[in-house]
């Protein structure tokens, strides 16, 4: 059963590529828009293996972006957490905050990378200052549902068993609020990773996946435009199973507050 | 009708909570404003990398009532998001009520809607550059793309959670293909169809902006007017393009997808009334 779920999709996409492929060869389709798969794959392995000895570039484009994405995701986490645990915890703070992230949320980071390359310059400071913002909002914004979704109950029973006001966040609010913030961080590390690529089309100075794609899209090398989107979804794939789906299961799923 | 006082009582009432909430939503932009303004009027930060709020006030002032640029910008941006986001939201419906019906089709498509879902819809921009053109198409496709697959995803998940037992009435009272589909299906699901389209409208729109300032033959749009603010390094300009993307944002969510809420399953009852 387990198997037979796979044959279908796999079929497809396969003689998707096989026919896609044909096409190339017998130039029914435009090579240089539409290069072949088989095209795709060796523009990927010539950046890779081109300079080969010192430095291959595929690697340092990949390592790049995902440099800054860990650091950028992991700023937005901390701002976030302490962001929404405050406006989860009083009533003021979220009323006043909440409008504010109501509207500034929905504006896209490729849209602030103007404003910041005026003040930060071309390269790192600004993508990873719009990437952090990025990831700083859902994040934000769940852990405040989190902790607002508490009953204060148990934070009353808690302080009469002698548990301080410091000790019953760490006690109380983080694990309770845990699922949410889980969610939250889940989601502001997608944005973020979107946001840092798509920043890096206008922002980079010379590497970045999303450098690559946007450069090779400029002198119209398809080939690599295509590959750096292959690229994209295995990287991101990583990211969710490896990285993210290892954090789940140490914490939420270990403590049961999600179904597994 | 009748007028009676006692509704005009209750509508009193509910004027002053919708006053007092829009007055709670518009005091924090107020407070920030005005200590922006106070540290900027200090000169203790350039004003050509932080204008002030009365100098943005200003430029807004100059680009909405002076000559007008703005509306034309916004308009562009309007008319584009309006074609690709119904076109998002036919196909999505379409395909996802197909992937939802058919087994073989959902379990052929779907393992490659939730690949092609993970790439950030602004990479498709480079392709399409390639493939359409540096002018509309593209930045048209882009709006599609980013409205489709949210609208898709939401639809097949909302047909998919209809109680079974509701299908099987249906059924037995005679309903059958497009019928079932049309009167059970669709108004069931309308919930998650309608999640569907605001996370659209929401992807479709960050996706216009980006698109617009990609797309190198682009004149007019509230994506391109930022970009271009920064030949100028016009930072004015940019915080009046931020502000209207996010407030435009805003509003076709409040506005649009609200009243599809209020005609749809508020008045039908799946959701309380807010």
């Given at each position: 059963m387990r198997a037979r779920s796979w044959i279908l999709p796999v079929l497809l996409v396969a003689s998707f590529l096989a026919l896609w492929e044909f096409a190339a060869h017998l130039k029914w389709i435009n090579v240089s828009l539409f290069a072949s798969p088989s095209v795709i794959v060796r523009s990927l392995v010539k950046l890779h293996t081109r300079?080969?000895?010192?430095?291959?570039i595929l690697l340092t484009h990949i390592g790049a972006s995902l440099q800054r994405v860990f650091v950028a995701a992991s700023i937005g986490t901390v701002a976030g957490v302490v962001m929404g645990v405050l406006m989860g915890a009083s009533r003021i703070i979220y009323r006043f905050f909440d409008p504010i992230i109501t509207i500034l949320m929905p504006i896209p980071g490729i849209a602030q990378a103007p404003l910041f390359i005026v003040w930060?310059?071309?390269?790192d400071p600004t993508i990873i200052t719009i990437g952090a913002i990025a990831a700083f909002f859902p994040i934000a914004f769940n852990t405040a549902a989190g902790v607002r979704s508490i009953d204060p109950q148990i934070v009353r029973a808690a302080r009469i068993m002698g548990v301080s006001r410091a000790g019953s966040f760490a006690r109380i609010y983080m694990p309770s609020a845990a699922g949410h913030i889980m969610a939250g961080i889940k989601l502001g590390w997608a944005r973020c990773w979107r946001t840092v690529i798509a920043v890096e089309f206008v922002a980079a100075a010379s590497w970045g996946l999303g450098y690559m794609i946007w450069d090779a899209s400029e002198y119209i090398r398809s080939g690599v435009v295509y590959g750096g989107i292959l690229l994209l979804m295995i990287v991101y794939f990583l990211i969710e199973r490896l990285l993210l789906d290892s954090i789940e299961r140490v914490t939420v799923r270990r403590w049961g507050m999600i179904q597994s | 009708m009748t007028h009676r006082p006692r509704t005009s009582g209750i509508n009193a009432s509910l004027w002053r909570t919708r006053l007092v909430s829009a007055a709670q939503f518009v005091f924090p932009f107020l407070v920030i404003g005005i200590s922006w303004e106070l540290v900027a009027r200090t000169g203790l930060v350039s004003q050509a990398s932080l204008p002030s709020p009365s100098q943005i006030l200003q430029k807004f002032w100059e680009l909405s009532v002076g000559d007008g640029l703005l509306w034309r910008h916004l308009g562009q941006s309007l008319y584009r998001l309006s074609i690709g986001y119904v076109l998002a939201m036919t196909s999505g419906l379409i395909f996802g009520s197909i992937l939802a019906m058919n087994r073989i089709v959902r379990e052929m498509f779907s393992p490659i809607l939730s690949l092609l879902i993970s790439?950030?819809?602004?990479?498709?921009v480079p392709v399409f550059l390639i493939t359409?053109?540096?002018?509309d198409r593209t930045v048209i496709a882009a709006v599609f793309l980013g409205g489709f697959f949210a609208i898709t995803y939401n639809t097949v998940r909302g047909i998919e959670m209809v109680d079974v037992n509701k299908i099987r009435a249906a059924q037995t009272m005679g309903a059958r293909g497009p019928r079932l589909f049309a009167s059970v299906l669709l108004p069931a699901s309308s919930v998650s169809v309608i999640t569907g389209l605001r996370l659209g409208i929401g992807y479709s729109w960050r996706a216009l902006v980006g698109g617009e300032m990609l797309?190198?033959?682009?004149?007019?749009?509230i994506g391109k007017m930022i970009y271009q603010a920064r030949f100028w390094n016009d930072v004015s300009v940019m915080f009046v393009g931020l502000l209207m993307i996010g407030l435009t944002g805003f509003l076709l969510d409040r506005l649009f997808i609200r009243w599809l809420e209020r005609v749809t399953i508020e008045r039908w009852g799946m959701v309380p009334e807010r």
């Open positions: 300079r080969l000895p010192e430095q291959s930060l310059g071309f390269g | 790439v950030p819809t602004i990479a498709w359409l053109g540096l002018g797309s190198a033959m682009v004149r007019w749009g």
